[in-house]
């Protein structure tokens, strides 16, 4: 697994979209994160690419890594499928919430994953990598310690998760993609300036 360096404060912000607000605030309706999303596993598919997972940048193929990944590819068919925008409980969602697949594949069998019927991943996947829900909701089904901390996954299953119906997440979809754009780039163009420097000081 990597880290997405650039899409953490992006994320950090989308997230406290769903942080708690004040007594008066009007609160979503809740439901079992089990009712809305449902594990599978589904094995068997060593043609479709393994997947590595990228925190908070969603999963890239392994084959366009840029670390040199060792795993046995005779295995490959004991790795669990991914479909495109399900969610992946991964070795650091106990720090970094959950991970959304940006494409179809395969993924390490110690993962799990998730899919919803009638949601919109954009909307849960700002709620699931939040602070609200890693170290408050997430953080009871967490055990063990240090860098050996594992999820209950099926005591997670009983976390109350916020539900909308579909076009309301749909449209809290759209903004928060909004929301995101804009944040990246206004990051590029903070960052343009230091590019220029560290380009001119080379051809010097």
């Known amino acids: 697994m ?9 994320r950090r912000v989308l997230g406290s979209f769903f942080a708690p607000k004040s007594q008066n605030t009007p609160t979503w309706e809740q439901r079992k994160l089990g009712e809305v999303f449902e594990e599978y596993s589904e094995k068997n598919h060593a043609e479709l690419p393994p997947l590595t997972i990228i925190q908070g940048g969603g999963t890239i193929r392994r084959d366009e890594s840029e670390r040199a990944l060792q795993y046995d590819k005779s295995s490959l068919s004991n790795y669990k499928m991914v479909n495109k925008d399900d969610f992946i409980v991964h070795l650091r969602s106990f720090e970094g919430g959950l991970e959304k697949a940006s494409s179809q594949g395969i993924i390490s069998p110690a993962y799990h994953t998730f899919h919803g019927e009638d949601v919109d991943s954009r909307f849960y996947y700002a709620y699931f990598r939040s602070k609200n829900f890693i170290n408050k909701d997430l953080k009871p089904h967490v055990y063990g310690i240090r860098d ?3 999820i209950d996954i099926e005591g997670m299953k009983t976390i109350r998760i916020p539900w909308a119906s579909y076009p309301e997440q749909k449209s809290i979809g759209d903004f928060l993609t909004h929301l995101d754009t804009l944040i990246t780039l206004h990051q590029r163009e903070h960052i343009k300036p230091i590019l220029e420097v560290k380009r001119v000081k080379r051809n010097e």
Not at 2 to 10: G, L, R, V
């Open 2 to 10: 990597q880290n997405h360096p650039s899409d953490q404060e992006p």
């Open 148 to 150: 050996g901390r594992s």
